[in-house]
C-alpha cells in the first residue's frame, strides 16, 4: 500500500515548455486535488476532481490543466510553463467529501522553470 | 470565504520545553480545523483534527490542540519537545461548499529545535 505516489520528484523545465505531473493513490479514494506551496504563502488548492472524469478550478488554476480519466490517477498539465510556476507541487486524496476525512499527501515534485 | 492566520512564522524552543503554535481562523460556520507537520523533503502528514465535541484534540506525536470558539483559535502544544518535532506546522480549515473536502492552509510556522 503505498498511500499517494507523484512523478517526478524533480523537474527543471524552460519557460515554454510543457510537461505534466502524475499523481497516483492506491486507496479508491474518490477526490483527489493538487496544490502548489510557495514559500510563506502555505498551500494553495489548484484544481481538484470530485471523481473520475470530473474537475473543478481551485483557488489559482490559472495556467494549469487537468485530468481525471481513471479513478486512481490525476494528472496536472503545464502547457506553456512559466517561472512564476516555479514550486513544489503536492497532490492529496480523500475517501469521501466530508470537511472530517482526511487528505492524505503525496511526496511533492519540485518544480522550477527557468 | 475561510481564512487561516498563523501568526509566527519561525519559534525556536530547547528541547524538553513545552511548545504552542498559534492559529487563528476566519470561518463563516462550524470550522473543521486541522494541523498538519511537513518534515524537510517530505509531504505532509496529519497531526489532529477537529470537527466537533471535545474542545481538546489529541493527536499523534504527543501533540493536543484546542478549539476555542470565542477567540477563533486552535492552537497546537505539546509538553516536551523533542528534536524530532523541528518541522513546518501547517493550520488549514477544511470546507465542503462546492464539492469536495477542500483545505484552506495558513502560511505555516517552522520550528526549531535547540538541543
Known amino acids: 500500500n503505498a498511500g499517494v505516489t507523484q512523478t517526478p520528484k524533480f523537474r527543471v523545465l524552460k519557460t515554454g515548455q510543457s510537461m505534466t505531473l502524475l499523481c497516483a493513490q492506491d486507496?479508491?479514494?474518490?477526490?483527489m486535488y493538487w496544490y502548489r506551496q510557495d514559500p510563506g504563502m502555505g498551500l494553495r488548492l489548484i484544481h481538484y476532481?470530485?471523481?473520475?472524469?470530473?474537475?473543478a478550478k481551485g483557488e489559482v488554476p490559472d495556467g494549469y490543466n487537468v485530468s481525471r480519466l481513471k479513478k486512481q490517477n490525476f494528472l496536472l498539465g503545464l502547457e506553456s510553463a512559466a517561472p512564476s510556476q516555479t514550486s513544489v507541487y503536492f497532490c492529496?486524496?480523500?475517501?469521501?467529501?466530508?470537511?472530517?476525512?482526511?487528505?492524505?499527501f503525496g511526496p511533492g515534485t519540485r518544480l522550477t522553470v527557468l | 470565504a475561510q481564512s487561516v492566520t498563523q501568526p509566527d512564522i519561525h519559534i525556536t524552543v530547547s528541547e524538553g520545553a513545552s511548545l504552542e503554535l498559534r492559529c487563528n481562523y476566519s470561518?463563516?460556520?462550524?470550522?473543521?480545523l486541522f494541523w498538519y507537520v511537513q518534515s524537510p523533503g517530505q509531504g505532509l502528514q496529519l497531526l489532529l483534527k477537529?470537527?466537533?465535541?471535545?474542545?481538546l484534540v489529541q493527536g499523534i506525536k504527543g501533540f493536543e490542540a484546542e478549539f476555542k470558539r470565542s477567540q477563533s483559535s486552535f492552537n497546537l502544544r505539546k509538553p516536551s519537545v523533542h528534536w524530532s518535532d523541528a518541522a513546518e506546522y501547517f493550520c488549514?480549515?477544511?470546507?465542503?461548499?462546492?464539492?469536495?473536502?477542500?483545505?484552506?492552509f495558513g502560511t505555516g510556522t517552522q520550528l526549531k529545535v535547540e538541543l
Open positions: 492529496a486524496s480523500t475517501h469521501g467529501s466530508r470537511s472530517t476525512d482526511t487528505q492524505y
Open positions: 486507496m479508491n479514494h474518490e477526490y
Open positions: 476532481s470530485v471523481g473520475e472524469g470530473t474537475t
Open positions: 470561518y463563516g460556520a462550524t470550522p473543521y
Open positions: 477537529y470537527f466537533s465535541g471535545d474542545t
Open positions: 488549514a480549515v477544511g470546507t465542503t461548499a462546492g464539492g469536495g473536502n477542500k483545505l484552506t
